[in-house]
């Protein structure tokens, strides 16, 4: 279960999701708003989806997970819209029969998730005009 | 003879704030995304490498090279940030 | 911060000492008691903790993964006492600015819990009498 | 020439069991953990094999060579669980 949500991510209700009597291991991440990136401060930050896209990428990428790692189950959320600093911007929740695969499996579907899903972020700073940046930090991806 | 199509074109993020719109129909030869791309970067302004931007077509990543249909929704994801 | 507990761990209460307005990052894992070990139907555990050193050598594994790991605050709890099948063990929560580093310290406290913490399982079987487990799986480290 | 310490030896898990009793005071002539451990494998039944077992004197792992002293509170800790 993966979605793409306007309104604050209720990490309960998600996490309420993932309780199997057979699982050992819960391993949850959760991403979250911080006040700098790249040496400036950050004021807040806008999210923007491609909604559709975006949903059938992250259940791709939860069934890869699925296949890959020996898991039971993956929930994950991320939000849209105007976050402030603290804000919960993705969250991915997993439960394993042991702690192994459900590190590699959370580690593996935050990581897709950054790289593939279409998914914009735009900083607005304390002190300097907004950007759009990409995850590719470093990298120069920038377009203007 | 390259054949008009109709396709209908959304803008995200950076794209939508050159294009000041969230999407528009376009009349278009393009046969290819590639193409397309271009037209597009002359009209607003995009920058003409497209080196790191992917397509989609009705959601479903698709190949800059990939044949484009009247109809078709078309989406040009530039470098993505995710949480 | 760790702590020993006789009574449900509130994971809630301890999230909330995980909030740092740098932390771009939260990681955690939940050791949940399971319905079965090798094979094994699991009915109830029981843990048994040297409160006094297990609260001792778990500050020493968090100051360590702070020295090893660009992480900002870790939190931890250890349940003693009977459980049921899905109450949680034990609660490792991690913030820091990047999820790498938080991953691999949340990783490497949790091990190092498992193979330091003077704290004993013995497990309630549907259909055979209890048994002391160790956490060296297939190591044959049973006294008896 | 060895001599008698007054020692406070506390009994966790299976070998709580095994003794019957959480902890007790114990008047010894063991110089080490070593030695008192198998004073107590004979008294209990203890496995007489010591490998994998740690000991703790006053809440700090020490080796099983380590001096012991008089008021000493002694622990051994055998393979542990974790969560």
Redesign the interface.
Known sequence: MFRVSNVPIDTDLLSKQLINSSAGAFVCFEGRVRNHNEGSEVASLEYEVYEGLAAKEALRIVEEAKEKFDILDVVGAHRQGHLEIGDIAVWIGVIASHRGPAFSACRYVIDEIKHRLPVWKKEHYKDKAPRWVSCHEGEGHEIR | MKKLKELNV?Y???L?EMTGKSEEDIESFAATPGELYKDLAGKYG??LNSR?IRV?IN???QGMDATLCSGDCV?F???????
């Open positions: 959304h995200y993020a950076v939508r995009f920058p790191g989609s959601e479903e990543f989406v994801i530039t470098p993505v940030a995710g949480g």
